[in-house]
């Protein structure tokens, strides 16, 4: 994770501080609304993020802080070490000013997903901040803490990792006091090195929370979990949960769950498709219940979600039904989601799965798992798009493109109609744009 705490700025951060406290805005690209804010000028691999400050100040912000002094022209620039880490450890000292209780969620799967029932739960009750989107890295983490104020209660901050260390290093800066893993499964393999480096890594924020005396929420149906969570302070939930129990008493077409906590029971209606969402909606039940969310508002509040931004959504188009799950994709997501579908799936049923990204060595072989599970379903209709799943294509008796433009212009050549598809894939496959030629 580039540039955390790699330099010391306790000098710079008081007096950067104050003019936070003036100007409690934070912005980060000079193209974007950055009238009365400070603008951190961060560099990326393609771009230098000083070259930006001048046009941030045209445009209204009230100081820009930079890391190159050719660049400094007036006192509206603010020089430091290192722009990240100045942005990384503001959000620390910020974070240490506020009494807002923070909790952290990490996972390999479902974490967004889990991040955004749980704020839905709690913010009819509490105040709260939370990750918006996915911003849950190096940069996302601080920017995210910066937007507690006085009277936040809660900070729901998710935390993404694809390198050793990540996890620990954000605990550093947002020093949570209790804590989430939705999972831990093949994902990031590519950074990770292993799956026993995904699963040490994740394990950071019960380390983290093993030293400060935090609690952790753990799924009480996952062995790891619970083992790696031995001698935490716990609270569990799950079919098997002593704290939090349910059950998933509807899958089709959305889910229905009914959970126990004390003398409460309770039915819930959703809006989410797939059995493997039960642990996410089962994790925001729980975290609900801790911080004494009434069970009728929780209820309420699971009811009226709907899953966005390419996540578990069902969309209706002139000819056909989508599921549309195409933000993220591992070997364990996608497991998951070709069973789930299975299970209801109509007869006339599509499956068009695109490649799972950053698995470095384990690619060829996981991608080849998918195909054998796919090819013991009842599935006839399959097309695989990707060149990792590509490799297999003259081996294998489906449809394989190797883009998601060659799918497109086959699905422009063979409509399809009437029928239920399931659109999967990473992120970087881009499957939502074959959803107008569906």
Not at 312 to 334: F, G
Not at 364 to 389: C, M, N, S, W, Y
Not at 411 to 428: D, E, F, H, Y
Request: proline share 3%; hydrophobic share 40%.
């Amino acid at each position: 994770m580039s540039g955390v705490f790699y330099c010391n700025m306790e000098k710079y951060i008081p007096d950067l501080y104050s003019h936070f406290l003036e100007f409690p805005e934070i912005s980060t690209d000079s193209r974007k609304e950055v009238s009365g804010t400070l603008f951190f000028a961060l560099s990326g691999e393609q771009f230098n993020g000083n070259e930006f400050a001048g046009q941030a100040l045209q445009n209204g912000a009230a100081l820009a802080i930079i890391d190159d002094e050719s660049f400094k022209k007036d006192e509206r620039y603010f020089l430091v070490p290192d722009v990240i880490t100045a942005l990384q450890q503001l959000a620390a000292h910020h974070r240490t000013q506020h009494t807002a209780h923070v909790f952290a969620i990490t996972g390999s799967n479902g974490k967004t997903t889990t991040k955004e029932l749980v704020a839905a739960v709690l913010q009819g009750e509490k105040r709260i901040i939370a990750t918006r989107g996915n911003l849950n890295n190096h940069i996302g983490v601080p920017l995210t803490l910066l937007t507690i104020r006085k009277d936040t209660e809660i900070a729901v901050v998710e935390m993404g990792a694809n390198h050793p260390r990540e996890i620990a290093a954000l605990c550093a800066i947002a020093r949570p006091d209790s804590g989430l893993i939705t999972n831990i499964g093949k994902a990031h393999l590519e950074g990770f090195g292993s799956f026993e480096g995904v699963v040490c890594t994740k394990n950071e924020l019960y380390g983290f929370l093993r030293q400060t005396g935090g609690r952790a929420v753990v799924n009480a149906d996952d062995k790891l979990l619970m083992e790696l969570s031995n001698g935490l302070k716990r609270f569990t939930y799950g079919r098997r949960s002593i704290h939090v129990r349910g059950e998933l008493v509807e899958t089709h077409p959305f889910l229905k769950l009914k959970w126990w906590h004390g003398k409460e029971t309770r039915l819930c209606e959703t809006r989410l498709y797939g059995s493997y969402n039960f642990s996410n909606l089962m994790a925001a039940v729980a975290i609900g219940c801790l911080y004494g969310v009434p069970a009728k508002s929780i209820e309420q509040a699971i009811s009226a979600f709907i899953p966005q931004n390419n996540r578990s959504q069902q969309l209706q188009t002139n000819s056909n039904k989508i599921i549309l799950d195409a933000y993220n994709a591992n070997p364990v997501s996608m497991y998951e989601a070709i069973r789930s579908f299975e299970d209801f799936a109509p007869d006339k049923s599509w499956l068009i799965l695109g490649d799972m990204f950053e698995l470095g060595k384990d690619a060829p072989e996981e991608h080849r798992k998918i195909i054998r599970q796919v090819a013991e379903t009842k599935f006839e209709h399959v097309l695989f798009v990707g060149k990792d799943f590509y490799r297999f294509g003259e081996e294998e008796p489906f449809t394989f493109f190797r883009t998601t433009e060659q799918a497109a212009g086959y699905l422009k050549q063979n409509p399809i109609k009437n029928a239920t598809v399931l659109l999967k894939g990473s992120r970087g496959m881009c499957l939502e744009h074959l959803v107008k030629h569906l």
